[in-house]
T-cell receptor, first 113, second 114 residues
């Protein structure tokens, strides 16, 4: 079946350091991949999505490349800020023919000033 | 306005009692979802409405009911709460059919069953 595996948190970083959150997926279909971010007290919100293999998505300094060869979609940011402290979810939409999406378990990031 | 609202934000329920959670959106979205989120687990899709058609996941089919009286509102109903229902319940909406569309989430309702 369809699945998503991502870095198990929590991840604690100092401001200005780099971030990588690993995400691997499994599906036999042609998925759209997403990163959602959830700030304290709020629901998840879209960070960005990538509908096509071998393309990159980015937003707010975060980026990820949809790598079909390695079935990965790792989230990276060169220099994190305290305001990036949140939970990050890697999400798989297996195809456009279903409304069911598959979430990873989330990675909690804490950035220390 | 891209806000999805959920009421109440916190709900305390007794074992065996019914629970009704409410979600609303004013974006005229066709699809509305309910997820259950427990600590250290991924959000789990419970059901969704596309327009007036309800789709429930097979493994939670008998545990949750829902209604959508109009495009803006959607409820999640638990007939008899058990301890295992304690969780965060997230409502979301999207503009059309298909998982490739962005979902807009509400802040969630934290349900505690005692």
């Amino acid at each position: 079946g369809d699945s998503v595996t991502q870095t198990k948190g929590p991840v604690t970083l100092s401001e200005g350091t780099s971030l990588t959150v690993n995400c691997s997926y499994e599906t036999k279909q042609y998925p759209t991949l997403f990163w959602y971010v959830q700030y304290p007290g709020e629901g998840p919100q879209l960070l960005f999505k990538v509908p096509k293999a071998n393309e990159k998505g980015s937003n707010r300094g975060f980026e990820a490349t949809y790598d079909k060869g390695t079935t990965s979609f790792h989230l990276q940011k060169a220099s994190v800020q305290e305001s990036d402290s949140a939970v990050y979810y890697c999400v798989l939409a297996p195809s456009s023919n279903t409304n069911k999406v598959v979430f990873g378990t989330g990675t909690r990031l804490q950035v220390l000033p | 306005d891209t806000t999805v609202k959920q009421n109440p934000r916190y709900k305390l329920a007794r074992v065996g009692k019914p629970v009704n959670l409410i979600c609303s959106q004013t974006m005229n979205h066709d699809t509305m979802y309910w997820y259950q989120k427990k600590p250290n687990q991924a959000p789990k899709l419970l059901l969704f409405y596309y327009d007036k058609i309800l789709n429930r996941e097979a493994d939670t089919f008998e545990k949750f009911q829902s209604s959508r009286p109009n495009n803006s509102f959607c409820s999640l109903y638990i007939g008899s709460a058990g301890l295992e229902y304690s969780a965060m319940y997230l409502c979301a909406s999207s503009s059309d059919w298909g998982g490739s569309y962005e979902q807009y989430f509400g802040p969630g309702t934290r349900l505690t069953v005692l």
